[in-house]
């Protein structure tokens, strides 16, 4: 069982950055990087090319976040700025063993335990 683990959570003024951290299996095609607040549904934040770099994300978070790598640490990074209090969420890095750009939950292969992320004054 491949484990993910994420980390870099914590409480957050509106309008602050986070970056989140999530050490990968090395062996997936894509990573992506999903959230769920409470009572909410997991939501697609936005994935990474593992090879090519490329990214893709929700349009709710469009120029807010970015999301990159380090192949030699086997690890993928979600930048988050201008937070807003909706952005409350625990948040999972997941990996894709095959596939590239899916938003769906369900496309993907491995999971973290999540990192609460609040966003609060």
């Known amino acids: 069982q491949v484990q993910l683990v994420e980390s870099g959570g914590g409480l957050v003024q509106p309008g602050g950055s986070l970056r989140l951290s999530c050490v990968a299996p090395?062996?997936?095609?894509?990573m992506g990087w999903f959230r769920q607040a409470p009572g909410k549904e997991r939501e697609f934040v936005g994935a990474?090319?593992?090879?090519?770099?490329?990214?893709i994300y929700a349009d709710s978070v469009k120029g807010r976040v970015a999301i990159s790598r380090d192949t030699a640490k086997n690890t993928v990074y979600l930048q988050m700025n201008s937070l807003k209090p909706e952005g409350t969420a625990v948040y999972y890095c997941a990996a894709d063993k095959n596939g590239w750009g899916s938003s769906s939950y369900a496309a993907y292969d491995y999971w973290g335990q999540g990192t609460q992320v609040t966003v609060s004054s």
């Open positions: 090395g062996r997936a095609k894509s």
């Open positions: 990474i090319h593992w090879s090519t770099g490329s990214t």
